[in-house]
């Protein structure tokens, strides 16, 4: 499934060269809806996205919700109204963009859907998001078994947004391995609101004391487990071990002193790249597939040197980074030159 996604990705490159970088009294203006600015990781998909604008030609707003549904849809209906060629939106809750999603098919504006599928989307970008939770599942039981030399331990789980398929689907992958050992039992799995990282701290804290047993936190973002690793620290409990999410620079230095012991590698300017590219894409006329969900790769100590070496040149070498491969095949190179010592 992944060299084929490679191959429609390449061909999809392909299509894109023939559409030239406009002149400016033809550039096209993208829009950009996140669910909010304070996050490392989204922090990063707007520099990958400013990096496609500059790259191609084109005009980029960037707005977000703050958190806020109601806030979210009416920065999209906005940018609506302001006439954009194409809207690229990361979802709150993908449940309340109906009237907003008719309103773009009304004026013939083309939607981008990120990490949720909505009606109208022209397209859906988004992560392999079930298969990384199983990775990090399978990587949790065999750190369980380490530990006790059977799968078996209690674990807690800090959830993102409610209401975005991204978090149901690496939540879901996740317990899905899991709930095959009877003997792994999930003592909380809770929200941290808008991937809040407070209430990852409140709730790392509360768990403290509820769960007094408890062997393994899952975080659905570093955002969340590198703030619950502070709350382990302060308590003197790191024997709590920590699977993560993202593949951040926060997380992979985690991963490197001991505090995480694994990550999810996104690669968040890649991926924003991509997410701004592609409404470039199907605002220039180019038909995206219907969906393209990239694959991420679980990190540990024993491959953590050429994702440290990647995650460094995302954000120093953007401007001549290679975002137009797959990225399967940027992270094997990347593995390749940079082996662990």
Same mark, same amino acid.
């Given at each position: 499934?992944?060299?084929?996604?490679?191959?429609?990705?390449?061909?999809?490159?392909?299509?894109?060269?023939?559409?030239?970088?406009?002149?400016?009294?033809?550039?096209?203006?993208?829009?950009?809806?996140?669910?909010?600015?304070?996050?490392?990781?989204?922090?990063?998909?707007?520099?990958?996205?400013?990096?496609?604008?500059?790259?191609?030609?084109?005009?980029?707003?960037?707005?977000?919700?703050?958190?806020?549904?109601?806030?979210?849809?009416?920065?999209?209906?906005?940018?609506?109204?302001?006439?954009?060629?194409?809207?690229?939106?990361?979802?709150?809750?993908?449940?309340?963009?109906?009237?907003?999603?008719?309103?773009?098919?009304?004026?013939?504006?083309?939607?981008?859907? +990120?990490? *949720?599928?909505?009606?109208?989307?022209?397209?859906?970008? !988004? @992560?392999?998001? /079930?298969?990384?939770?199983? =990775? &990090? #599942?399978?990587?949790?039981?065999?750190?369980?078994?380490?530990?006790?030399?059977?799968?078996?331990?209690?674990?807690?789980?800090?959830?993102?947004?409610?209401?975005?398929?991204?978090?149901?689907?690496?939540?879901?992958?996740?317990?899905?391995?899991?709930?095959?050992?009877?003997?792994?039992?999930?003592?909380?799995?809770?929200?941290?609101?808008?991937?809040?990282?407070?209430?990852?701290?409140?709730?790392?804290?509360?768990?403290?004391?509820?769960?007094?047993?408890?062997?393994?936190?899952?975080?659905?973002?570093?955002?969340?487990?590198?703030?619950?690793?502070?709350?382990?620290?302060?308590?003197?409990?790191?024997?709590?071990?920590?699977?993560?999410?993202?593949?951040?620079?926060?997380?992979?230095?985690?991963?490197?002193?001991?505090? +995480?012991? *694994?990550?999810?590698?996104?690669?968040?300017?890649?991926? !924003? @790249?991509?997410? /701004?590219?592609?409404?470039? =894409? &199907? #605002?220039?006329?180019?038909?995206?597939?219907?969906?393209?969900?990239?694959?991420?790769?679980?990190?540990?100590?024993?491959?953590?040197?050429?994702?440290?070496?990647?995650?460094?040149?995302?954000?120093?070498?953007?401007?001549?980074?290679?975002?137009?491969?797959?990225?399967?095949?940027?992270?094997?190179?990347?593995?390749?030159?940079?082996?662990?010592?």
């Amino acid at each position: 499934m992944k060299s084929r996604l490679g191959i429609v990705l390449l061909v999809v490159v392909v299509l894109s060269l023939l559409v030239a970088p406009a002149a400016a009294q033809d550039r096209l203006k993208i829009g950009l809806v996140q669910l909010g600015t304070d996050n490392p990781f989204w922090i990063a998909q707007v520099e990958g996205g400013q990096e496609a604008a500059r790259r191609y030609g084109f005009d980029l707003i960037v707005t977000s919700g703050e958190g806020d549904v109601t806030r979210q849809v009416e920065a999209f209906e906005d940018l609506v109204n302001q006439g954009v060629d194409a809207i690229s939106i990361n979802p709150l809750d993908a449940n309340a963009f109906g009237p907003a999603m008719a309103k773009a098919a009304e004026a013939n504006i083309p939607v981008v859907c +990120l990490f *949720s599928m909505m009606e109208g989307c022209a397209t859906v970008l !988004g @992560f392999e998001e /079930v298969a990384n939770g199983r =990775l &990090v #599942g399978q990587y949790a039981v065999q750190l369980l078994t380490e530990k006790y030399g059977e799968p078996r331990g209690h674990v807690a789980i800090l959830l993102g947004a409610l209401g975005q398929d991204i978090n149901t689907n690496r939540a879901g992958g996740f317990q899905e391995v899991v709930g095959q050992y009877p003997n792994i039992v999930v003592d909380a799995a809770e929200s941290t609101g808008n991937w809040e990282a407070d209430k990852a701290v409140a709730l790392t804290e509360n768990w403290l004391t509820a769960y007094p047993e408890l062997d393994l936190i899952y975080g659905l973002s570093d955002s969340l487990t590198v703030p619950a690793s502070n709350v382990l620290k302060r308590a003197g409990r790191e024997d709590i071990m920590i699977v993560s999410y993202d593949g951040t620079e926060v997380g992979l230095s985690g991963v490197a002193d001991g505090s +995480l012991r *694994s990550t999810v590698a996104l690669l968040p300017q890649y991926n !924003g @790249f991509w997410n /701004v590219y592609a409404a470039y =894409l &199907v #605002g220039s006329g180019v038909q995206m597939p219907a969906t393209y969900y990239m694959p991420g790769a679980l990190v540990t100590t024993e491959n953590l040197t050429g994702f440290q070496q990647l995650s460094v040149d995302l954000a120093e070498k953007i401007t001549s980074f290679p975002f137009e491969l797959p990225v399967g095949n940027i992270v094997a190179d990347y593995a390749a030159r940079y082996p662990n010592a």
